[in-house]
C-alpha cells in the first residue's frame, strides 16, 4: 500500500533544514570511489567528454541519445540534455549556510523593500532554534540560520497541502517551451511564466546579496481526496557553482535490489494561485570549502543513459523527460549534523517530476555508479 506523504509549509522548515543524510551503502561507495581517475574509469571502456565542451543544452546529445533506441527507455518529445553552466567542475568539500539570522536585515528588504522597518523584527525561540520574523500586509517572512519561510497569513490555511498520492493535473518543466503554457489554479488559471515570476525579484536580489542562487523548476497543478480547489506548486533547486543540487533524500526500499531507494523529504516549494502567493520555504545554499579533485572530463551524457539503461532491470519501462548534470552532496563519516558534505557531479536522468513522487536514476559522472530513486513508490 502507498503511504501517503503530506507536505505543508510551515513544518517544512523542520523537514527541509535536517535533511541531508543519505544511505549508508551510498555514503561507503562515495568514499570509495572518490580517488577514482578519469583515466582509471576510460579504461574500462567509459566513454567521456571534456569538461570544457559542455554547454547549457546539448540538444546534439539528446538526439543521439533519442535515435539510440532502448528496450526498457523511450524518450518523450520534449527531452532535453542540461549541463549547465559549471565553474570548475570536480569533487568539493562543501557546507550549508548557518548564518541567515545575521543577515536578516537584508533578506527582510529583500523581499519587503525600502518599507522594511527593522525595528518591527520580532524574535521567538522555535524549539531551541532563534527564529526572527516582520510582518506586512497579512504576508509574514521567517528566518532561521539555516531556512526561511514566507506566509499569507489570510490565506496560510488554504491549498498548502499535497501529497504522493495526488492525481496531477498539468505539469511543465520551466523552460522557455513550456512558458506560455496555462494551468488551472484557485481563483484562475496563469501561465507557468507568470507563476514563475512570483518570487522572482526576491530570489535574484539573495543572489545578488551572495545568499544563494536558487531558480524555478516545475510548475504542477495538483488534486487530493478532501479538498475543493487545486493545489499549485513551484519546485525549486538550488545551485551550486553553476550547477543545480540535487538534495539526495532518499532511503532503502528495503528490497533485494541494491540500486533502488525510497524518497524521504522534498526540496524547496512555494504554493501560489494565479494572482497571488501563498508562501513558499527554501533551506539555505551550499557554500564552497575547498575542491578536492578537479574534472577535466566526465562520462558523456550518452554513456549516462546507456550505463542507466543497462543496469535497471530489462522489463522495466520507462519514459525519460529530461538529463541533468547536478551535483549531489552526500555526508561523510564523522559529519555531526549533515551540514558538511561532498559534492560530486552525477547524471540526473528524469522519469517523473511529480513534487512528492518524482523519479530519477542518477549517473555518478565519473564512476558510472547508477543509483535508482523511485518517490512513487513509497
Request: aromatic share 10%; hydrophobic share 40%.
Amino acid at each position: 500500500m502507498k503511504t501517503k506523504r503530506i507536505l505543508t509549509l510551515l513544518c517544512a522548515g523542520v523537514m527541509l533544514a535536517g535533511c541531508s543524510e543519505v544511505p549508508e551503502e551510498v555514503i561507503s561507495r562515495e568514499q570509495s570511489t572518490a580517488g577514482e581517475s578519469l583515466a582509471e574509469t576510460a579504461s574500462v571502456g567509459i566513454e567521456t567528454v571534456p569538461a570544457a565542451s559542455l554547454d547549457e543544452e546539448l540538444p546534439d546529445s539528446a538526439a543521439r541519445i533519442k535515435a539510440a533506441g532502448y528496450e526498457n527507455i523511450s524518450f518523450a518529445e520534449s527531452f532535453s540534455v542540461n549541463a549547465g553552466k559549471a565553474e570548475q567542475l570536480g569533487i568539493y568539500e562543501a557546507e550549508r549556510r548557518n548564518d541567515l539570522t545575521s543577515r536578516a536585515d537584508e533578506i527582510f528588504e529583500a523581499f519587503f523593500g525600502s518599507s522594511f522597518d527593522s525595528s518591527a523584527v520580532k524574535s521567538r525561540d522555535a524549539g531551541g532554534v532563534t527564529e526572527l520574523s516582520f510582518e506586512q500586509d497579512l504576508t509574514e517572512l521567517h528566518i532561521t540560520d539555516g531556512f526561511f519561510y514566507i506566509v499569507n497569513k489570510a490565506e496560510a490555511e488554504r491549498n498548502l497541502v499535497f501529497t504522493n498520492s495526488d492525481s496531477l493535473l498539468a505539469l511543465f518543466e520551466v523552460r522557455d517551451i513550456f512558458k506560455d503554457e496555462r494551468i488551472k489554479l484557485p481563483e484562475g488559471e496563469a501561465t507557468v511564466g507568470e507563476l514563475t515570476e512570483r518570487l522572482s525579484g526576491f530570489l535574484g536580489k539573495l543572489k545578488e546579496l551572495g545568499l544563494g542562487d536558487c531558480r524555478p523548476f516545475t510548475a504542477a497543478s495538483l488534486s487530493g481526496e478532501g479538498r475543493t480547489q487545486a493545489t499549485a506548486v513551484l519546485t525549486y533547486r538550488r545551485y551550486f557553482k553553476g550547477l543545480p543540487v540535487f538534495n539526495f533524500n532518499y532511503q532503502p526500499d528495503g528490497s533485494p535490489d541494491a540500486i533502488s531507494y525510497i524518497y524521504r523529504d522534498n526540496e524547496s516549494v512555494s504554493f501560489v494561485s494565479a494572482e497571488k502567493l501563498f508562501s513558499a520555504g527554501f533551506p539555505s545554499a551550499y557554500t564552497e570549502v575547498m575542491q578536492t579533485k578537479a574534472l577535466s572530463e566526465i562520462i558523456s551524457p550518452e554513456k549516462a543513459v546507456e550505463t542507466a539503461s543497462r543496469e535497471l532491470a530489462p522489463k522495466m519501462k520507462l519514459t525519460a523527460l529530461r538529463l541533468d548534470l547536478v551535483y549531489v552532496p552526500t555526508v561523510p563519516d564523522g559529519s555531526e549534523d549533515g551540514s558538511r558534505v561532498t559534492m560530486r557531479p552525477y547524471w540526473q536522468l528524469a522519469f517523473g517530476l511529480q513534487p512528492l513522487a518524482e523519479h530519477y536514476a542518477l549517473i555518478d559522472a565519473v564512476s558510472g555508479k547508477v543509483i535508482y530513486c523511485d518517490a512513487s513508490r513509497g
